[in-house]
């Protein structure tokens, strides 16, 4: 008998359903899981072990609502979404001590949903970095060998749902946050298109960039907690007025065409798909085992009948540039509210307000994010704004145009674009934080989808050759159109090699 924890979101959320254990049961087992592989992971920052055992039991005695498809079944959010009453820290000593008193709404759409929220998870401070060794609570190891990265910023709930301490659990995505780290850790995640999901009670970071998406163990468990999160919201201006996809909830879809039995593949799943391999994506240095990796998968796609197309996308070559300037200059805006006075962390006895103000940022942010603000502040600076702020936003919009060609079905473009998620897997601890910028070169495949908008789903193609680790490979869509991406993701995680337990615990 598998342990509880051990099951799929899809599965433990069909037993509850069906009364094959209680609430109370399930949480224990996650909670005992957390126990056993916390002190080697650190991948949590706060645990709510007992609002979620008080929740249990009144959820346990009112018994299985129907209508609740993530009833009982705990999760995890990362620490920049706002749980009413509970510490929310965004990694940062400026709100060690901040409890938000409201629900951000993807909060409130889980807990609608009927999920537990049993952990917040670990995160690179204020979701800037893509290790989670940016964090004033410590780093998060990666559950494959303890001596790696988790990947980041959303790097505790990846090792969270790999680790199988929760079910699923939410990032955020405003340049590879929840892809990135999906890949290092072997497990699916999902940023959506812009707009999708809201963004309020989401500490932002880069505004025009950042989305809220599940990582999860299965593609299928994916495109459950994305049909909870995913809709309009009145309280978000930014959020889309459209509903799912218009051929239904992917969820509903998925169930019925790619949720069940793994290796029955017809062999041709795929005929009449175009899958496009952009160039660039492909040439920018990825080691030999991430290649590998992903290239089998796009000749076991090619055997299920989908055609590749090879594609240029020439304005990606500027993408990690653009997007470090104005994730930067969006992030430089967005924390300036962090002043001392309104939210969190107040330095004692300034000498002015002034002093107030620098005491207070100085003390309570970290290396890494006063950075992106020196950055930010420059790049918007009047003599500079011309020659870096407004190039890269006239870039940026070339690079959606890249995008359009590429997937502009009507004129013969491709159903979805396939490129790995980082040119590596996992790095040590410490082989590559001395250099700021050999870190962000890492972004270079990620970085892309936030400038445009556009939804992408990463998951596992397998373990490199070389180091063990899990190699992240990720599908690029048309906007709204997650349902396409999941679909061809379940075919992905049927047609990859299985990864197993992960080695490190
Ligand atoms: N690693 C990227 C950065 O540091 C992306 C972060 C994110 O998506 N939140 O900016």
Redesign the pocket.
Known sequence: MPEIYDLSLSRVAEGLRNKEYGVSEVVESALARIEATEPKLNACISILADAAREQAVRMDKQGPQKNQPLWGVPVGFKDVICLKGSRTTCASRFLENFRPFYDAEVAVRMKEAGAVVLAKTNMDEF????TTENSCFGRTANPWDLERVPG??SGGSAASVAAKQVFAALG??????IRQPAGFCGCVGLKPTYGRVSRYGVVA?GSSFDQVGPLTRTVEDCARVFAVLAGPDAKDSTSARLDLHPEGLPEQDFVAKAGRGRSEEPADTLKGMKIGVPDEFWESGLTAEVEERCRDILKKLEGQGATLVPVSLPNQKYALAVYYIM?SAEAGTNLARFDGVRYGRRAENPADLLDLYVSSRSRGFGEEVQRRIMLGTFVLSSGYYDAYYRKAAQIRRLLLRDFENALDLERGGCHALLAPTSPCAAWKFGSLSADPLTVYKM?LLTVTLNLVGLPGLALSAGLGRESGMPAGIQIMGRPFDEAALLRLGAVIERLAPGLGEPAGI
């Open positions: 979701a800037m970095g893509s980041g910023s955020s995505d405003t340049g590879g946050s970071f994730a972004d």
